[in-house]
Structure formats: structure tokens, C-alpha cells
């Protein structure tokens, strides 16, 4: 069974420009979730899809963190401007959807805010 | 708010002696408590988990039990090897209203020598 991916793997940009991240989730999971990493820390969750609806973004830094999961599937992060303190993994998670169901984590993209 | 305090690392041990990482949790419902486990290289993935209390979650060897009187999930193992090496992460979810993204600890990286 193929896992959640994402893309890219690696990335490094310069403060005030903008990023985005891919993810893929596994096949028939109806719930999506993005987590930012910051090293040192445990992961915090940005932003909860269910299918193609937001359940979740009360964490999400509204005025330059924007994410959308168009026709339920695929899901994009998006970052603009970029602050030096956004440099960390981020992470993609996908589920089934059942409450306390388990999640899936894909490698992460590991960004560096220069 | 909900939040999930663990002991700090890095823990050093020998190959096959007795572990504990400490986990405790503080939340405004019932949650669901989890250890997630990374090993280097890898992503995320679950190691075990309870959802009610005094439930034992058990997988590879590591026991926790969910105990509300303490608000504590502690990890144990019996005997630790060379590829327990990893950050083990405590985390809880409150499911209701479909918003059940996970709250993480910081994570407590464990490193067994031979």
C-alpha cells in the first residue's frame, strides 16, 4: 500500500518569498491534516480536512498560511511572505476518518527560511 | 487547553535494560491518548494507544497504560535494544464535532547503546 507523499522533500527560500508544499495522500482516506514540526518540538497541527472541507484551522497563521484540498484528494500548503521563523518540517497526515483513528505521516518537507 | 508534557531528553541506556518515558496530559474532556514513534530517516508512525481509561495500548514489546487519576500515559519496556533508538512522542485527541487533530509532547529521543 503506498503511503502518504509529498513533495518536495528538501526546500530553501529567502525571507518575505513564498512557498508551497504538496501532498498525496493515501488512497480513500477522507481526512487530511497538516502539522508543522519546528526542531525541538513536537508537531502542531495547522489545519484539519474532511474530504474537501475544513474542519480545523484555529492554529493556522491566517494572514500568510493559506491550504486548500480540492476535489478531496490532493492537499497544498502554502506560505507567503515567508518569516525566518516558519523554517521546520512540515508535515502531511491523512486517515480514514473515524475518530482516534490511526494516522498516517508522510516524510515531510524540511524548509529553511534564510 | 489541551497539552501533553513529556520527560526530557535525550534518555541513554544500555541494550536491555527496563525503560520508562513519562508522559502526562492536560485536557478539558475524555481523550484518547497515544505514543507515536520516529526512527531516523523514517516519518511518524504509531506505536500505541488507548482510548479509555485504565486501557493498556501494547505493540513490539512497549506497554502504556491510561490512568486518569494521575493524567499519565507512561511508555515501558521490559528490555530495550539497539533499534529502539528513535524520539517517542506522547499525544492526545479529543474527538467530537469531527475536529480530532492530535496534540503532541515535545518528544523524547531515546538513544540504546550495545
Known amino acids: 500500500e503506498a503511503g502518504v507523499a509529498q513533495s518536495p522533500r528538501y526546500k530553501i527560500i529567502e525571507k518575505r518569498q513564498s512557498v508551497a508544499f504538496w501532498c498525496n495522500p493515501i488512497?480513500?482516506?477522507?481526512?487530511l491534516y497538516w502539522y508543522q514540526q519546528i526542531l525541538g518540538q513536537g508537531p502542531k497541527l495547522l489545519i484539519q480536512f474532511q474530504n474537501n472541507g475544513v474542519v480545523d484551522d484555529s492554529q493556522l497563521p491566517k494572514d500568510r498560511f493559506s491550504a486548500e484540498r480540492l476535489k478531496g484528494v490532493d492537499s497544498t500548503l502554502k506560505i507567503q511572505p515567508a518569516k525566518l521563523e516558519d523554517s521546520a518540517v512540515y508535515l502531511c497526515?491523512?486517515?480514514?476518518?473515524?475518530?482516534?483513528?490511526?494516522?498516517?505521516f508522510g516524510s515531510g518537507t524540511q524548509l529553511s527560511v534564510l | 487547553g489541551n497539552s501533553v508534557t513529556q520527560m526530557e531528553g535525550p534518555v541513554t541506556l544500555s541494550e536491555e535494560a527496563f525503560l520508562t518515558i513519562n508522559c502526562t496530559y492536560t485536557a478539558t474532556g475524555y481523550p484518547s491518548l497515544f505514543w507515536y514513534v520516529q526512527y531516523p530517516g523514517e516519518g511518524l508512525q504509531l506505536l500505541l494507544k488507548a482510548t479509555k481509561a485504565d486501557d493498556k495500548g501494547s505493540n513490539k514489546g512497549f506497554e502504556a497504560t491510561y490512568r486518569k487519576e494521575t493524567t499519565s500515559f507512561h511508555l515501558e519496556k521490559g528490555s530495550v535494544q539497539v533499534s529502539d533508538s528513535a524520539v517517542y512522542f506522547c499525544a492526545l485527541t479529543l474527538s467530537g464535532g469531527g475536529a480530532d487533530g492530535l496534540t503532541f509532547g515535545k518528544g523524547t529521543h531515546l538513544i540504546i547503546q550495545p
Open positions: 488512497s480513500g482516506h477522507a481526512t
Open positions: 497526515a491523512s486517515s480514514l476518518g473515524a475518530a482516534n483513528e490511526k494516522l498516517f
